[in-house]
């Protein structure tokens, strides 16, 4: 089991409508994720727009390549990319930027 | 159970040091974190020495406030202001900031 932390970076001034559209994530897209295999999967925003997720899951690389030919990963992504920074012409679950894990407690 | 996201800034050029010290953090430490009902902690580093916490627990102050009394604590806590940034004259435990659940899926 991996833990996988990442990270992005969403509009500031766009933060409080971009919480808005994860009370209501699609239920498709929900069991999309958990179909790929991510678990326990929590997303923390800071004031400045800095999001945080934290997810547990077998294989990230295998997840994230199942989600990506999924026409609803597609959908779900292209709604949530005009509340990114830094996209770069990519998906937001292409530019999500994972971090290092220096420590773990059971 | 709450789940715990907060936030911390090590010092950029002190960071693969801080690291060092998390290859070794002292058992005690490690237990007392667990008595005060810290589960599932994860750090995480981003190479500008943002440091992300992730951790389940009954009640995230009644675990600091557990934690502050102790002997230990106090050391471990000490020997760690000086990695960090913007502590403004606290110990690192006390500085952490704690952000915002935004989504979680089981």
């Given at each position: 089991m991996q833990r996988v932390g990442f990270i992005l970076k969403v509009k500031k001034e766009l933060l409080e409508e971009y919480k808005g559209t994860h009370k209501n994530v699609w239920p498709e897209m929900q069991q999309a994720l958990r179909d790929a295999g991510w678990t326990n999967y929590t997303l923390f925003a800071r004031e400045d727009g800095t999001l945080f997720g934290y997810l547990e899951t077998e294989d990230f690389e295998k997840s994230l390549e199942a989600m990506d030919g999924l026409d609803v990963n597609t959908r779900w992504q292209a709604s949530m990319v005009?509340?990114?920074?830094?996209l770069e012409g990519r998906r937001p679950d292409e530019a999500l930027y994972q971090i290092e894990e220096i420590f773990h407690l059971d």
């Open positions: 005009p509340y990114f920074e830094q």
